[in-house]
């Protein structure tokens, strides 16, 4: 079974800056350039939405709540996938899911609070 170990999350004040990192655990060997991975988000009240995805070969897709303030990238060496978020506001506060899916396979972490209060 693959597990996604997530790693980052925590209290920023606003206009901060945050770093998530989601590393993929497995206990068979798995081949990390065939997933896409990405970053998901739940605010209290609402639905999970797309904060950003990344494919093996650099291709991304960057929900628009986030756009221009977030980056999204992948070590295949170390099978982690990194979220740098920067001008953090109080609309960014919610729970952030990690995700790698591809066709017959799609996994989730199990979630890391990020908190934008001062």
């Known amino acids: 079974q693959v597990r996604l170990v997530e790693s980052g999350g925590g209290l920023v004040q606003p206009g901060g800056s945050l770093r998530l990192n989601c590393t993929v655990a497995?206990?068979?060997?798995?081949?990390?350039?065939?997933?896409?991975m990405g970053w998901y988000r739940q605010a209290p009240g609402k639905e999970r939405e797309l904060v950003a995805t990344?494919?093996?070969?650099?291709?991304?897709n960057i929900g628009d709540a986030v756009k221009d303030r977030i980056t999204i990238s992948r070590n295949p060496a170390l099978k982690t996938v990194y979220l740098q978020m920067d001008s953090l506001n109080s609309d960014d506060t919610a729970v952030y899911y990690c995700?790698?899916?591809?066709?017959?396979?799609?996994?989730w972490g199990q979630g890391t609070q990020v908190t934008v209060s001062s």
């Open positions: 995700n790698a899916d591809k066709r017959g396979e799609n996994y």
């Open positions: 497995s206990g068979i060997y798995v081949t990390f350039s065939q997933y896409t």
């Open positions: 990344v494919t093996d070969d650099g291709s991304t």
